[in-house]
């Protein structure tokens, strides 16, 4: 065979296993830009409301504090901000603060804290479990709020309740007294005895918000701004005596809040399924950082990921050994691929992981769907088992070839070296090391100097001590060493 049709056939072989590889590392980098955005969407600030930009002026004005949170669970960001809103009404001495709420119940919060801030607030609190529509709910201790509320207001398709556990956590669960936490609020009517009778029922069950409405224990509203209207000239009783709620349209300034950048995002990562996938997401994308030259963006949101997936491990309750089955799973996979065993290792990596999946959560609530953990399980197998397995034999060269032949070969830098990325040499793209000051652009022609394991050492082009195959080097020209 001509040496020149040989050598161009071992070209092209390697240029399609390249072109596998670079497609492979260009999915994965989607992969992650994909999986990163809903967590870097937390840190888009909500748009202003529009009502906001019709403020009234004059003495009159009265203010009107509004903080919609739905989604999740009450968690510390959604408290914190809770008590935020209700410290800023206290100080400007605004006219009410209504607390728009849909949340599947308490996590990791003093429940007792916050029931006692909404029902001790000078100025008067709204719980309105809301918006329509959408099933809204107000269970654990976002129920326990809504019955210490001065005013209680639901959407006509609402429910409240169950709210014991007022949180998810082993161990943290303490029977529900929605009673007592309604007696604690001031008001200016007693309660009758249907209303303590259904008031008693959400403490085990969900009731309905027409049976609320019924019993004198919450209104109706579909929004926001009826609600207000609803609420004009209504007396109620805070701690500072009687006081009657002034909420005509032209004297109102209704100002929303959210929960800001970082508790936007911190309240994100309490969602269960997007723990759990963050940091399946966020560890495999470090794993995959381990085999490559550099750190590039697959490891930016390898980062970004573990760290808020963290954060959510700490504030929901998870089962940690079956953490460490995830992660012992993970690291299995990364070691058979290492190795290329794919044998007993595989298995045992599939198993531990599979189990871990199952067995995430603590709380029955938020046991993840068998769905979910039989899709992410396959994902992990096909990632490390084909994907990276894909990447890592289109980094290794072509076949047959002995890395101690490189030696003294001319290159051309394709990836810049700082200090680790690609060279190509005799038609291959090779892992490589600078070994020169700096770094190296792309476009510099090298030399290799050594090897070292699967990565070539290459240093400036050397002429003298370079051996040349067929020529000049390919593709080289007078880019700089940067």
Do not use: C, K
Not at 135 to 151: K, T
Not at 463 to 476: F, I, K, N
């Amino acid at each position: 065979m001509d040496p020149h049709d040989a050598g161009r056939g071992r070209l092209h072989g390697s240029a399609r296993r390249n072109g596998r590889g670079r497609a492979a590392r260009a999915v994965l980098a989607l992969v992650a830009a994909a999986l990163v955005a809903p967590v870097l969407g937390a840190l888009v600030p909500a748009p202003a409301s529009a009502q906001d930009a019709e403020v009234p002026s004059g003495p009159t004005v009265r203010r009107v504090e509004v903080l919609p949170v739905a989604d999740g669970f009450l968690d510390p960001p959604v408290a914190d901000q809770i008590a935020d809103v209700l410290d800023l009404a206290a100080r400007e001495e605004a006219e009410l603060v209504v607390l728009q709420l849909d949340l599947a119940g308490g996590v990791r919060i003093d429940a007792a804290d916050l029931t006692t801030r909404i029902a001790a607030s000078p100025v008067p609190v709204v719980v309105f479990v809301a918006p329509i529509a959408t099933a809204p709910r107000a269970a654990g201790a976002a129920g326990a709020a809504f019955a210490a509320a001065h005013v209680r207001a639901v959407a006509p398709d609402a429910t409240v309740g169950p709210l014991d556990p007022l949180d998810l956590r082993p161990g943290a669960a303490v029977p529900a007294d929605p009673v007592g936490t309604a007696a604690a609020t001031p008001r200016a009517a007693v309660p009758s005895s249907e209303a303590v009778a259904v008031l008693t029922r959400t403490a085990g069950t969900e009731v309905a918000a027409d049976e609320l409405v019924a019993a004198g224990l919450a209104r109706t509203a579909t929004g926001v701004e009826p609600l207000l209207v609803e609420l004009d000239g209504t007396t109620v009783l805070t701690v500072d005596g009687e006081r009657t709620l002034r909420l005509r349209p032209d004297e109102v300034a209704v100002r929303f809040h959210s929960l800001g950048l970082w508790r936007r995002l911190l309240h994100a990562a309490t969602a269960a399924p997007f723990v759990y996938l963050l940091l399946v997401v966020g560890l495999g994308m470090l794993l995959f950082e381990v085999f490559q030259p550099g750190f590039g963006i697959a490891g930016l949101a390898g980062v970004i990921t573990t760290v808020v997936g963290a954060f959510g491990a700490f504030v929901l309750p998870v089962r940690w050994w079956a953490v460490a089955l995830v992660v012992l799973g993970l690291l299995l996979y990364a070691l058979d691929t290492a190795v290329a065993g794919f044998g007993p290792v595989t298995l045992a990596a599939t198993a531990s992981f599979a189990a871990g999946s199952w067995w995430f959560y603590a709380a029955p609530v938020l046991q993840l769907p068998w769905w979910l953990v039989a899709l992410t399980t396959l994902t992990a197998l096909i990632f490390f088992v084909l994907v990276l397995t894909v990447v890592l034999r289109a980094q290794a060269g072509p076949e047959g070839t002995d890395l101690g032949d490189l030696v003294g070969r001319p290159g051309v830098v394709r990836s810049v070296l700082n200090p680790e990325g690609h060279v190509f040499i005799d038609g291959a793209l090779w892992r490589a090391r600078w070994v020169g000051d700096g770094r190296a652009g792309v476009g510099t022609p090298v030399t290799v100097r050594s090897v070292d394991g699967p990565v070539v050492l290459v240093g400036a082009f050397d002429a003298a001590s370079t051996t040349p195959r067929g020529g000049a080097v390919e593709g080289s020209g007078s880019a700089p060493v940067a």
